[in-house]
């Protein structure tokens, strides 16, 4: 898959699984120069659906798995689901530094910050931010090195492509320690794992300046798991996609 493609894992008559690129729009944005997004795409390329109907978004810069309604009545069922938190989703993320822990639990409400609009910043806020809960454990400490940073794909393909990350970001040392970090969100608020990591472990994920990450082609963020039962099922199905870092 080209770092611009988006690519469908799963297709059935009620729903599509898609893997998203990152530095691509869930859903158009305002203005001609951000209509190409994923579910543009996904309607070009399943024309006989009702949809797609977005269900849930993934961040700009994220990667990764989504599902998207191809009918009305698999829409509501399927963000109901969403809502009552009947979806298992996991991401993997690559975070500055080594963490001291193995695992744990993030509890830290978030809200939009006002003061920043319109950049898309959330801050924890433990009086007027809503509930936000994250498991998180560590996969792997490694050492990430220029040539190896420099060797992950990124999409180039939109307005902003090239903005926030350039493909030519300045690594700032040879060699880095990272950590390769598991989470779990019991919740989906927005940017909640890039809050979680930066003021909850006190580590941004690498490749998100906009939380004090290290420069990078890309967000080291990809929604690798996700599991739901479809509709009109009794059973899960999971669906998979490995990290491309």
């Given at each position: 898959m080209s770092s611009s493609?988006?690519?469908?894992?799963?297709?059935?008559?009620?729903?599509?699984v898609i893997d998203k690129?990152?530095?691509?729009?869930?859903v158009p944005g305002r203005g001609e120069h951000k209509q190409d997004c994923v579910a543009t795409r996904v309607r070009a390329m399943i024309p006989r659906g009702s949809g797609p109907l977005t269900v849930h978004r993934l961040d700009y810069e994220t990667s990764?798995?989504?599902?998207?309604?191809l009918d009305e009545e698999s829409h509501r069922y399927l963000s109901r689901?969403?809502?009552?938190?009947?979806v298992r989703k996991v991401y993997l993320a690559l975070l500055a530094g080594w963490l001291k822990d193995d695992r744990g639990r993030i509890d830290l409400p978030l809200r939009a910050d006002i003061e920043q609009w319109p950049r898309p910043v959330h801050v924890v806020d433990h009086v007027h931010g809503k509930e936000a809960s994250t498991q998180w454990r560590v996969i792997m400490r490694e050492c990430l090195t220029r040539e190896?940073?420099?060797?992950?794909?990124?999409a180039s393909t939109g307005a902003e492509a090239g903005v926030a990350f350039p493909a030519g970001?300045?690594?700032p040392i040879d060699e880095m320690h990272v950590t390769?970090?598991?989470?779990?969100?019991?919740?989906?608020?927005?940017h909640q794992l890039r809050v979680h990591s930066a003021s909850g472990l006190g580590a941004a994920i690498v490749g998100d300046p906009l939380y004090g990450g290290l420069p990078a082609s890309r967000l080291m963020l990809h929604a690798s798991e996700l599991e739901f039962v479809p509709?009109?099922?009794?059973e899960p199905l999971a669906f998979a996609s490995p990290a491309p870092f």
């Open positions: 493609e988006v690519r469908i894992i799963h297709e059935s008559e009620r729903f599509v690129p990152s530095m691509m729009l869930s990764g798995l989504m599902v998207f309604a689901a969403f809502e009552e938190r009947r190896k940073a420099k060797s992950i794909p990124v970001a300045s690594w390769r970090v598991r989470f779990d969100p019991l919740t989906g608020r927005s509709p009109d099922a009794a």
